[in-house]
């Protein structure tokens, strides 16, 4: 295999192939069951916001990706059952939405948000590791980005945000394993990182989108 893989296809099924801890770690954001996407109709922001969030997107399109109706349920039993047979640790975000073992070694993503924002402030993981709590800050709130990113997925998280999960819960040369791909964030953060990836992603626009943006991102640094 290359040391990147993304693969369009069913993560469930393609558990079933392998092997009892093939992949040393999986990173997963799979779908909370909140509905649309996760995202809300409608969210509660001050004045002053409102009058910067309209500034900023006067003249942009506001998403770059397809909104679809795929988070109305959480994944089935058998596929937690797959997902902690095939790999040796896990790191789940929104792992405060599914009922998971007890664990102390959870992460919280420190969003930043600002005061106006009804939006929680951050987000959690739960992690398999014996270790206690780690904190990542980086400013995601709506428009407001630490760094202007495109936004190809709903759920999209920073590529950062991944270098700190496997800097802090991996080594170079591991296997990593997402079975829900989305933005691709995880595997520019792999390469970068020397780690490798096995991902999948089962809606081929979101699919095609997250391939082109991989290529994208690593087709610049070999410029350099």
């Known amino acids: 295999m290359t040391d990147i893989e993304l693969i369009h296809g069913d993560s469930l099924q393609a558990l079933k192939g392998y092997t009892d801890n093939h992949f040393d770690v999986a990173i997963v954001d799979p779908p909370y069951g909140l509905g649309f996407d996760g995202e809300k109709t409608s969210m509660t922001i001050s004045p002053n916001m409102e009058s910067e969030r309209k500034k900023f997107w006067k003249g942009?399109?506001?998403?770059?990706?397809?909104?679809?109706?795929?988070?109305?349920?959480?994944?089935?039993?058998?596929?937690?059952d797959e997902l902690f047979?095939?790999?040796?640790?896990?790191?789940?975000?929104?792992?405060?939405h599914f009922e998971l073992p007890q664990s102390r070694g959870?992460?919280?993503?420190?969003?930043?948000?600002?005061?106006?924002?009804s939006l929680a402030d951050g987000e959690l993981a739960w992690t398999s590791f014996d270790k206690g709590v780690k904190k990542f800050e980086y400013l995601w709130a709506g428009f407001k980005k630490k760094k202007p990113i495109k936004r190809i997925h709903?759920?999209?998280?920073?590529?950062?945000?991944?270098?700190?999960?496997?800097?802090?819960?991996?080594?170079?040369?591991?296997?990593?394993?997402?079975?829900?791909?989305?933005?691709?964030?995880?595997?520019?953060?792999?390469?970068?990182?020397?780690?490798?990836?096995?991902?999948?992603?089962?809606?081929?626009?979101?699919?095609d989108a997250a391939c082109k943006r991989f290529k994208e991102q690593t087709m610049q640094q070999a410029l350099w």
């Not at 942009?60 to 937690?80: F, G, H, I, R, S």
């Not at 047979?85 to 405060?96: C, D, F, Y």
């Not at 791909?181 to 081929?204: F, N, Q, T, V, W």
């Open 85 to 96: 047979r095939v790999s040796k640790n896990q790191i789940v975000w929104g792992g405060n």
């Open 60 to 80: 942009k399109k506001v998403n770059q990706y397809t909104k679809k109706d795929w988070d109305k349920e959480v994944p089935p039993k058998e596929y937690w």
């Open 154 to 207: 709903p759920t999209q998280k920073p590529i950062d945000l991944y270098r700190f999960c496997l800097k802090y819960y991996t080594c170079e040369g591991d296997l990593i394993l997402d079975t829900h791909l989305g933005s691709g964030s995880i595997a520019i953060a792999c390469h970068y990182m020397k780690r490798k990836l096995i991902g999948y992603e089962i809606d081929k626009e979101y699919y």
């Open 106 to 117: 959870w992460i919280f993503w420190d969003k930043k948000m600002d005061k106006g924002f």
